[in-house]
Structure formats: C-alpha cells, structure tokens
C-alpha cells in the first residue's frame, strides 16, 4: 500500500478484555516496528520486527502484551486483560531495513479501557 | 532513563521568525538523529535527519544541527509558518544493538499569525 495502514483507528473495550491490533506496513519494508503514546507522553517503543522474527521485545510493559508478525508483511499486536493503564495510541512504523533509517507511521489505534 | 530528552515541552513563535527545537541524548552509540512532525490524531511524519558523521543537514526551511561533543541536536525553521504548528519529536538510534527509534517526549510548536 501507500502507506503504513492500522486497524481500527479506535477501540473502545471493557476492562479485561482482550483486544488485537493491525497493522499493514509498507510493501517492501522489512523492518516493523510499535510504539505507544499515552496521555502527555512521548513515543514509548514496545517492539520491533525483522523480517518475523523479534530481536527486540523489551519495551513490552507486561507478559500480557505479545506481538507477532507473519509473511514479513502484516503485524499484529495482542494486550490480553486490558487494564486501564493500556489506554494509549498505539503507533505502527515500518523502515526499509533496520538500523539508521527514517521510518514510516500509520495514524495509530486509540484504545480506550473502560 | 530516558537516552533523548527534550526539556522544552511548549514553543510560541511569530510567524516569519526563526523556530529553534533543541533535543539532548546521552547515549554515545546513537549516530543518526531525526526529527518527526505530529499533528493532532495523526502519525508522527518524518521530517529530517542527519548522520553523525555531518553536523549540518538542510532541507528547505529545515535545517539539523548536530553538536556531538554535546550530546545536542537541534532544528531550526525558518521562516516559521502556521502550518509549522505541531508537536515536534526528536529520535535517534544506534547502529548497533537496539535500533529502533529512541523518541524524545516532544515540543508543542505554536506558529502565531
């Protein structure tokens, strides 16, 4: 696609719940990457993908948050029993390769926990 | 430990004049910076950015500054606009270890008319 590509751009969900997040990088990018922004905060990088493999996976807050990603393309991230404190956008990027150059944003998914 | 800060969290600007967004790191493995434009309900875009090996990159209106003894980089707009107006973020990483994007908390920027 065009560009970085994330589903759904809200989500609105009951404490508890487990909720699943989309995201279509751009053709090509090997690398993948998400990040979250709560409330007044900056970017918080959660995980990051080369090719489907995760090198990276200490920026996830809790072992209720995984992430996989399959065929090098599509990534999806999984919070199961939402708490409140998971309420954030979170981000998706994807990147040529991994290293030093710029990478791509979709528009987030804003999760709200109630 | 935050490796990327940006102590200045708001910016006001009249248009026409020069806006000047500072950002420090302290890690000394970083050796490319960037600077990413938000705005609201949007995903940060990329801007610019600048290996360690220059200490100047210029695109248009923005220009990178990178002092590495310092540990400081900084982007300069000039002239400002009030499409400027967004939040700002800077964002390094390292070629080696971790590599993706260490991101500063951001720089509300307000371009005034």
């Known amino acids: 696609g065009a560009g970085v590509s994330q589903s759904p751009s809200n989500k609105v969900t009951e404490k508890g719940k487990d909720v699943e997040l989309r995201c279509d990088p751009i053709?090509?990018?090997?690398?993948l990457y998400w990040y979250r922004q709560s409330l007044g905060q900056g970017l918080e990088f959660l995980i990051y993908f080369q090719g489907n493999s995760a090198p990276d996976k200490s920026g996830l807050p809790s072992d209720r948050f995984s992430a996989e990603r399959t065929g090098g393309s599509v990534s999806t991230l999984t919070i199961q029993r939402t708490q409140q404190e998971d309420s954030a956008v979170y981000l998706c990027?994807?990147?040529?390769?991994?290293?030093?150059?710029?990478?791509?944003f979709g528009q987030g998914t804003r999760l709200t926990v109630v | 430990d935050q490796q990327v800060k940006q102590n200045s969290p708001s910016l006001s600007v009249q248009e026409g004049r020069i806006s000047i967004l500072n950002c420090d790191y302290t890690n000394s493995m970083f050796d490319y910076f960037l600077w990413y434009k938000k705005y609201p309900a949007e995903g940060p875009t990329f801007l610019i950015s600048?290996?360690?090996?220059?200490d100047k990159n210029e695109d248009g209106r923005f220009t990178v500054f990178l002092n590495k003894s310092a540990k400081h980089l900084s982007l300069h707009i000039v002239p400002s606009q009030p499409g400027d107006s967004a939040v700002y973020f800077c964002a390094a990483s390292a070629n080696t270890g971790r590599r993706a994007l260490t991101f500063g908390s951001g720089t509300r920027l307000q371009v005034q008319p």
């Open positions: 990027a994807s990147s040529l390769s991994y290293g030093n150059t710029e990478a791509f």
């Open positions: 600048i290996s360690s090996i220059k």
């Open positions: 053709s090509g990018h090997t690398a």
